[in-house]
C-alpha cells in the first residue's frame, strides 16, 4: 500500500483558497488518489478522487501531475464550516482503505 | 439520501464485558467494514467484510473481535472481554462492488465505546 504525506496541520481565513499538497511517492500504476473530510465526531466523508491531471466536482478540485508522485486538494473560498480533518489516500482496489494523520484544517473568521 | 446507521451512539461498558455494535450498511452495498479512532488519533482499518467472510484484517483485529452479518442488512461488530484500550469510536463503513466505483466508503456516523 502506497504511504501518503500531507501537512499536519493549516490555518486558513474565510473567503480563501486552501490548497492541501500530499506526496504518495511510491503509487503503483492501477493506484486512485483518495481525499476524504472528517469532521469531530464523525466519519469520514468522500471528497474527491482522481486518476490523473485535474477532477473537480462541486466541492473540491484534485490536480495530480503526470508522474503522480503527489496531489493537491483544492477548496476554493472556504468557510468556517470546512474545519476539518482532510485524508489523502491512496486506493488500490483493495478491501484494505488505510487513512494516515490526515492534515488538521482551521478555517478563521 | 441511503445512508449507513450505526447503533448504539454511545455504550458504556465495564472492563471484561463483551459488547455489540450495530451496523445496517447501504441497502445494495457488497462491501462492509470496520474502522475505529482512538480520541484524538487516526483513523484505523479493522477488517474488511465480503460475501459472508473477512476479506482483510489489520493486526488489530485478534481474537478479542469478531464480525457477522446475522441477517441481510445488519453487519456486527462483537468485542470480547472488553479492555480499557478497546474506549474509542468504532466506525462501519460500506461500499459497492468494485468495477462499479473505485472503492468510496460510505461511513456511519459511528458508536462511541467507553470502557470502564
Known amino acids: 500500500l502506497a504511504k501518503t504525506t500531507q501537512p499536519i496541520s493549516m490555518d486558513s481565513y474565510e473567503g480563501q483558497e486552501v490548497n492541501i499538497t500530499c506526496s504518495h511517492n511510491?503509487?503503483?500504476?492501477?493506484?486512485?488518489i483518495t481525499w476524504y473530510q472528517q469532521f469531530p465526531s464523525q466519519g469520514p466523508r468522500f471528497i474527491i478522487q482522481?486518476?490523473?491531471t485535474k477532477v473537480t466536482n462541486e466541492v473540491a478540485s484534485l490536480f495530480i501531475p503526470a508522474d503522480r508522485k503527489s496531489s493537491t486538494l483544492s477548496l476554493p473560498r472556504v468557510s468556517l464550516s470546512d474545519t476539518a480533518v482532510y485524508y489523502c489516500?491512496?486506493?488500490?482496489?483493495?478491501?484494505?482503505?488505510?487513512f494516515g494523520a490526515g492534515t488538521r484544517l482551521f478555517v478563521k473568521a | 439520501e441511503p445512508e449507513v446507521t450505526q447503533t448504539p451512539s454511545h455504550q458504556v461498558t465495564q472492563m471484561g464485558q463483551e459488547v455489540i455494535l450495530r451496523c445496517v450498511p447501504i441497502?445494495?452495498?457488497?462491501?462492509f467494514y470496520w474502522y475505529r479512532q482512538i480520541l484524538g488519533q487516526k483513523v484505523e482499518f479493522l477488517v474488511s467484510?465480503?460475501?459472508?467472510?473477512?476479506?482483510?484484517k489489520s493486526e488489530i483485529f485478534d481474537d478479542q473481535f469478531s464480525v457477522e452479518r446475522p441477517d441481510g442488512s445488519n453487519f456486527t461488530l462483537k468485542i470480547r472481554s472488553t479492555k480499557l484500550e478497546d474506549s474509542a469510536m468504532y466506525f462501519c463503513a460500506s461500499s459497492e462492488p468494485l468495477g462499479q466505483n473505485t472503492g468510496e466508503l460510505f461511513f456511519g456516523e459511528g458508536s462511541r465505546l467507553t470502557v470502564l
Open positions: 482522481g486518476y490523473k
Open positions: 489516500l491512496v486506493y488500490d482496489g483493495g478491501f484494505k482503505t488505510i
Open positions: 441497502s445494495n452495498h457488497l462491501y
Open positions: 467484510f465480503y460475501n459472508n467472510e473477512i476479506s482483510e
Open positions: 511510491n503509487i503503483a500504476t492501477n493506484d486512485y
